[in-house]
């Protein structure tokens, strides 16, 4: 695995970089708490996936200030924000744009014209994603992967950098549709907001029902989050760890030799490898936001339930005996501690 130094890379040069991540990083968290009352691993999960380059989902009850978190990072980033209401009538071009015959007032002549939908940003809130079929759902599968959408066989490429902070309300509530497994795996967390403490609410309603109102500045650019992912990646991770994080997917799978009974019992599908990418990323970008510059076990571990909860696909089985992923994964984790390589 490569390491700062290993990579030929001037060493202050380096170090302001490194600075500047651990300044940009504690101004957003600061802003974002005049905000938003408690949650703090779902505004780590948040902010690790922007640092990422990935995508998240966040899943929660109506109410739990799930849009409100998403619109409050979008502005301490400064970075184009749109936001598309997922709703049963939706349709994919309301998203991706569409083409539209209009008429050349000098020549005349008609021709088609791209129509750029809400997809064309830098941050992109889908709200309640869960909302709408599963074929609308589906038109953000090539954005979220390749970041760029195709009208018409055209190729349109998105702003960088791109992310989809989606939110989706739990699946048990009427009007929502599952979402298709390969657009949840497209997601590198599925960050879940429960109900906030007695205290925690009592600040709630200090904020909301008296005369406060925070201002939210942009602490960074465009420019400067893309370096930041690059700064993240050359975080290093020991070959132990990363195996361990290889092996510890490897048992998600019902069908590998590695797997313990009760995943074999329990579930369908398992864990990609992109899951292993996502939690190695994942970690690299708690560690450098910690003032670290090598990936922990404990960092590990505590970013896998988020990558894996949404990749891990349980049986009927586990639905009879009102077993949850989160359930199971807490298991796996347990049933698979460290070597003392690790």
């Known amino acids: 695995m490569a390491t700062f130094t290993d990579l030929n890379v001037d060493a202050a040069e380096l170090q302001q970089r490194i600075e500047r991540f651990h300044k940009v990083h504690e101004s957003i968290v600061q802003q974002v708490r005049e905000v938003i009352v408690g949650q703090d691993e779902v505004l780590d999960q948040a902010l690790i996936s922007l640092f990422v380059g990935g995508h998240c989902l966040l899943t ?24 598309i ?28 014209t791209f129509v750029r939908g809400p997809i064309f940003g830098n941050i992109l809130l889908a709200d309640e994603i869960n909302r709408t079929p599963p074929k609308t759902q589906a038109a953000l599968l090539e954005a979220m992967q390749e970041r760029a959408c ?21 699946i048990e509530l009427e009007g929502t549709y599952p979402l298709p497994e390969a657009q949840l795996d497209r997601f590198l967390f599925n960050a879940v907001l429960d109900y906030l403490d007695p205290e925690e609410e009592f600040k709630v309603l200090n904020l909301t029902t008296t005369t406060h109102s925070a201002n939210v500045k942009p602490v960074t650019s465009a420019e400067e989050l893309l370096d930041f992912q690059q700064l993240v990646r050359m975080v290093p991770i020991a070959d132990s760890l990363a ?21 074999k019992k329990y579930v369908d599908y398992g864990g990609s490898i992109r899951a292993a990418q996502f939690i190695v990323l994942a970690a690299k970008a708690k560690a450098l936001s910690r003032k670290r510059y090598h990936v922990t076990y404990e960092d590990i571990v505590s970013l896998s339930i988020p990558v894996l909860r949404h990749r891990v696909l349980l049986n009927f089985h586990a639905e009879s005996e009102r ?5 199971i994964l807490k298991r796996l984790l347990a049933h698979m501690p460290p ?4």
Not at 85 to 105: A, C, H, R, V, Y
Not at 339 to 342: F, L, N
């Open 150 to 170: 195709t009208v018409r066989g055209h190729v349109y490429p998105l702003p960088a950098p791109f992310f989809v902070l989606a939110t989706q309300n739990p």
């Open 243 to 263: 195996r361990y994080v290889i092996r510890l997917v490897r048992a998600t799978r019902p069908k590998s030799e590695d797997a313990p009974d009760f995943v």
């Open 323 to 327: 077993i949850d992923t989160d359930d």
């Open 85 to 112: 209401q997922f709703t049963p009538d939706l349709m994919p071009s309301d998203i991706t744009g569409t083409d539209i015959i209009e008429e050349d007032l000098a020549t005349g002549h008609r021709k088609w």
């Open 339 to 342: 070597s003392r390589e690790e």
């Open 60 to 83: 929660g009850m109506p109410g739990t200030a799930k849009t409100l978190m998403v619109r409050t990072i979008a502005d301490a980033l400064g970075l184009e924000f749109r936001r």
